[in-house]
């Protein structure tokens, strides 16, 4: 037995990356576990089941058994076993006997993977963050994902301080110069008042709004497969339901069930709506299907925030819940700003996902209340391809 040829035959035979074929593996060393299971039950998890239970089979990580029903008695054998211990008979479909044949992964798969998969792991993930990572991973059924722009970044749409400039160029230069400062310091919402003091065609919120709506529209890109983007990866996660910023509908397109997306003044009763199970996607400031819902001035914000029966939402929605930020940078003010509103005294550990964070930009967020874990992400750029794989390494492991 090798996991390396095993591992080697599964990206060949198949067609995937090599790391595509230990998640893979994973996958079915986790769903079988020590339990015996038929050969088609690996259809649920991938389509080429004559292809995979081959390159399984050959690898010598298999052991095969025989499920005899004699009369009313079921026993399971060593597949080299003979005869029946109840009738004493050959062990073949009979009138007297009927014959499945069941497989059991050896326990040396899950050994093995388990070994690889923190060694990759390890490769994303410095050592001063994996204690804080097996903390999410231990307290994983309990994550709410908290989705921040940088998620929807692989899918073709702008972050915030992109959009914005994109709305700018009519600005006279001593304007600009305002609304440049306001969106390096991450005041997005000051930007917008600039816009709108200072334009002619940007001068209201709808204007403003359509503009947006327009913007991810033409830029979003639906249907892209997989590997290119973290959104699937977020919704295998399974949790009660999803919380996020953005605009866009990438959570409800690529989810299953329910696939409206909510915001918090359509929700009347927080507990009866979650506790249907139907695993929504609460968008927090609004989305684009109803532009009305959006929110993009100080004036929303603060409406938003401070309003006491929103607040009351928020409590009763999070609960016992934890919350993950994945897709926001601790250096956005916005973002601060958002955190230290609502979510901050909350209760519970909540954590954030960061690319290759300094031991003291690590330390200011615990300090306010976050337990950040750091992928290493080559290159310069927030997230970029790189940082897409990195997070899904992580992603992948908490399962």
């Excluded at 409206?260 to 199970?277: F, M, V």
Aim: aromatic share 10%.
């Amino acid at each position: 037995m090798s996991l390396d040829n095993l591992i080697n035959n599964v990206h060949l035979n198949l067609s995937m990356s090599e790391e595509e074929a230990v998640a893979l593996l994973t996958k079915i060393s986790n769903t079988f576990k020590n339990n015996f299971f038929r050969k088609n039950q690996l259809k649920n998890i991938q389509d080429d089941v004559e292809i995979l239970f081959s390159t399984l089979k050959s690898s010598g990580y298999i052991d095969e058994y025989i499920q005899c029903d004699c009369g009313e008695e079921t026993e399971i054998y060593p597949l080299k076993t003979t005869h029946c211990d109840y009738c004493n008979q050959l062990l073949k479909n009979t009138f007297v006997h009927e014959i499945t044949d069941l497989f059991k992964l050896k326990n040396e798969l899950s050994q093995e993977l388990n070994l690889r998969n923190e060694e990759i792991l390890k490769s994303v993930i410095d050592d001063h963050f994996l204690g804080i990572f097996y903390e999410l991973k231990d307290t994983i059924d309990t994550i709410i994902p908290f989705l921040g722009a940088g998620t929807s970044l692989p899918l073709g749409l702008d972050n915030w301080p992109n959009l914005l400039r994109g709305m700018g160029g009519s600005l006279k230069q001593q304007d600009r110069d305002l609304f440049d400062k306001r969106i390096n310091k991450g005041d997005y919402l000051g930007a917008i008042d600039v816009l709108k003091n200072n334009t002619l065609n940007l001068s209201t919120d709808e204007d403003i709004k359509k503009h947006i709506v327009r913007q991810i529209e033409a830029k979003y890109k639906s249907g892209l497969a997989e590997n290119y983007h973290n959104i699937k990866d977020i919704i295998n996660l399974e949790p009660a339901f999803f919380i996020t910023t953005n605009y866009d509908s990438s959570l409800i397109d690529y989810k299953e069930g329910d696939t409206y997306p909510y915001t918090l003044d359509q929700i009347e009763d927080a507990h009866e709506l979650l506790n249907k199970g139907k695993q929504i996607v609460l968008h927090l400031h609004g989305h684009l299907r109803s532009p009305r819902s959006m929110i993009i001035t100080k004036e929303d914000y603060e409406k938003l925030y401070k309003d006491d029966r929103i607040k009351s939402y928020l409590n009763a929605i999070m609960g016992t819940k934890n919350l993950l930020f994945i897709g926001f940078s601790f250096d956005d003010e916005y973002f601060k700003d958002i955190y230290d509103n609502s979510f901050k005294n909350l209760g519970g550990q909540h954590f954030i996902i960061q690319n290759n964070l300094h031991p003291d930009e690590a330390r200011d967020m615990i300090k306010a209340g976050l337990r950040p874990i750091s992928i290493k992400v080559e290159g310069t750029s927030d997230f970029s391809d790189n940082y897409v794989k990195a997070l899904k390494i992580v992603l992948k492991n908490l399962l």
